[in-house]
C-alpha cells in the first residue's frame, strides 16, 4: 500500500511539473502564413486602407494582405521613409476588425523584432525555408529580394556542393545547412545562398551565381572577416 501511494504520489507530482511547464511556455506568436489575393478596385478594399494608412511624409508604403497562424486574414502594411531609407513603420492589423494585431518599427530599415517573432517559432532564420524567407521578405522588405529558384538554375544539391568546395568545409563541420534564393533580372543571374550552421550559429555563408556557380560572396572570408 505505501509503494502504491509514493507510486501515486510520484506521478501526480510529475504530472503537476509538466502542467507547469506549459503553464509557463509561452504562446505561440500570431504569424503570417500566405499571402492572398485581394481586388484594389474594390471600392470597399480602397476605403478599408485607406483608413489603416497612416500618411507619412516622404514615404513609400507598402500593403499584402495574408492568412495568419489562427486562421484570420489581416493587412500587413509596411512604411518606410525614402529621406532616410532607415527609419521604417510596419502594422499587422486585423482585416475585419481593424485591430493592431502587431506593430514593429526600425531606424536600420530592417524589422529585428518581426524577424525575431519569426524565429521563435521557426528557428533561426539561416534555417527557414526558402518560401518562408521569400515570404517574410515580401512583407517586410522596402525592395523585396527573394524568390525561388526558376527553370535553368542550379538545383539547391549543385549549389550545396558548390559551397562545399570553396569553404572546404567537412560534416563535422556543421550540422545543418539552410539555403536561400535572390532573384535575377533580364540582366543578372539570380543568386543561391547557402548557410552552414552548427548549433545555432552559422559558420559560413556562400553567395553563388544560380546558373554556373560563380562565387560571389564567402562569409568569414580566408583572413576570417565576415
Do not use: H
Amino acid at each position: 500500500m505505501m509503494k502504491f501511494m509514493k507510486r501515486a504520489l510520484s506521478l501526480l507530482i510529475s504530472a503537476m511539473l509538466l502542467l507547469g511547464c506549459f503553464a509557463l511556455a509561452e504562446e505561440a506568436p500570431l504569424l503570417p502564413i500566405a499571402i492572398v489575393s485581394y481586388d484594389l478596385t474594390d471600392e470597399a478594399t480602397t476605403a478599408a486602407l485607406s483608413a489603416l494608412i497612416e500618411p507619412k511624409e516622404n514615404a513609400l508604403t507598402r500593403w499584402e494582405r495574408v492568412v495568419l497562424s489562427d486562421g484570420r486574414e489581416a493587412w500587413v502594411i509596411c512604411q518606410f521613409d525614402q529621406a532616410t531609407m532607415s527609419n521604417a513603420w510596419s502594422r499587422v492589423i486585423d482585416a475585419e476588425t481593424q485591430e493592431v494585431l502587431q506593430e514593429d518599427t526600425t531606424d536600420t530599415g530592417f524589422f529585428a523584432t518581426a524577424q525575431a517573432r519569426w524565429e521563435s517559432a521557426k528557428g533561426i532564420y539561416a534555417l527557414w525555408s526558402i518560401q518562408d524567407k521569400m515570404l517574410f521578405d515580401r512583407l517586410y522588405a522596402m525592395a523585396p529580394c527573394y524568390g525561388e529558384p526558376v527553370e535553368g538554375d542550379l538545383t539547391q544539391e549543385e549549389a550545396l556542393a558548390a559551397a562545399l568546395n570553396v569553404t572546404g568545409l567537412t560534416a563535422a563541420d556543421y550540422d545543418a545547412v539552410g539555403y536561400g534564393y535572390i532573384m535575377g533580372s533580364s540582366e543578372q543571374n539570380g543568386t543561391w545562398q547557402v548557410f552552414f550552421v552548427k548549433g545555432s550559429e552559422v559558420v559560413s555563408t556562400v553567395n553563388l551565381d544560380a546558373r554556373d556557380a560563380t562565387i560571389l560572396l564567402v562569409e568569414p572570408d580566408e583572413e576570417g572577416n565576415g
